[in-house]
């Protein structure tokens, strides 16, 4: 229970520093973002319900509590005040900016469940993303280096794209495949649903193996997710690691270089 409360908090965060904490492999981390979106929301629409209780209510009061005093309010119906009141109430900072985080939780929540993607806040994403500016840091994307915000924005609607589209298909066990190339050896999986954060060049172990993930491509029902990595000659564990274990055993298939 701790873990998923714990992955709830962190979830918020980019992936960098997500990765920086060390519990990649501890953190479930699909359910914890539904939790963190679903809190996310819940939280910021009863702050807005409370925001709007208190602020239309006192604006119409002062607004009526003048116009008794024979203020400027005076030459205004009581309807219109109401409806003032209410358009103010719309229009305020106060009110967009609580509305932001209903939305940014909805849509973290339906990362999470439809494509297993970790969305993080969107402010912190900017912070992140700024200090990468003023440090010069390069924008690649690895492991030390997230994409950047277009490239992180493309990647989700896709996502959500091939979210909808696994949602009428079965779930399925992986087909694994291994190619051998010349001196080069590969792994292509097709999967029946998306592997959340396998992004290019994430590295993946399989059993004593290490394996960088060089692209991925769209396939064929019922196994729509093609992922291919390429073999390394040596791997370091590490934190940002993913580990994988297939369904079955592969069997390595010899293919011409093209």
């Known amino acids: 229970m701790w873990r998923l409360a714990l992955g709830a908090i962190l979830s918020l965060l980019p992936r960098r520093w997500r990765s920086g904490v060390g519990l990649n492999q501890a953190i479930p981390w699909t359910r914890a973002a539904v939790l963190s979106g679903f809190a996310e929301s819940l939280s910021a629409f009863v ?21 008794m005093r024979n203020g400027p309010e005076a030459q205004v119906p009581g309807q219109a005040i109401g409806f003032s009141a209410l358009a103010l109430w719309l229009i305020h900072p106060v009110t967009w900016c609580v509305g932001f985080f209903v939305l940014e939780g909805l849509v973290r929540l339906l990362a999470a469940a439809f494509t297993e993607q970790v969305v ?3 402010p912190l994403l900017v912070v992140d993303w700024g200090y990468g500016k003023l440090t010069g840091r390069p924008p690649a994307g690895d492991a030390k280096h997230s994409p950047g915000a277009k490239v992180q924005l493309r990647e989700f609607v896709s996502s959500v794209k091939q979210g909808v589209r696994a949602l009428r298909m079965p779930k399925l066990e992986d087909d694994c495949k291994g190619i051998v190339e010349g001196d080069e050896s590969f792994l292509e999986i097709h999967a029946s649903h998306r592997k959340g954060e396998w992004n290019p060049p994430r590295v993946v172990r399989v059993g004593d193996s290490y394996y960088r993930l060089e692209r ?17 000659a040596a791997g370091v564990p590490g934190r ?11 069997k390595d298939e010899v293919r011409p270089v093209s």
């Open 47 to 67: 702050v807005l319900v409370y925001w709007y209780s208190h602020s239309v209510t006192t604006w119409a009061a002062n607004a009526l509590d003048s116009a």
């Open 120 to 122: 993080a806040t969107l």
């Open 216 to 232: 991925t491509a769209n396939g064929k029902a019922p196994r729509p997710f093609i992922y291919r990595l390429k073999r390394l």
């Open 240 to 250: 940002t690691v993913i580990v994988y274990e297939p369904p079955h055993p592969v």
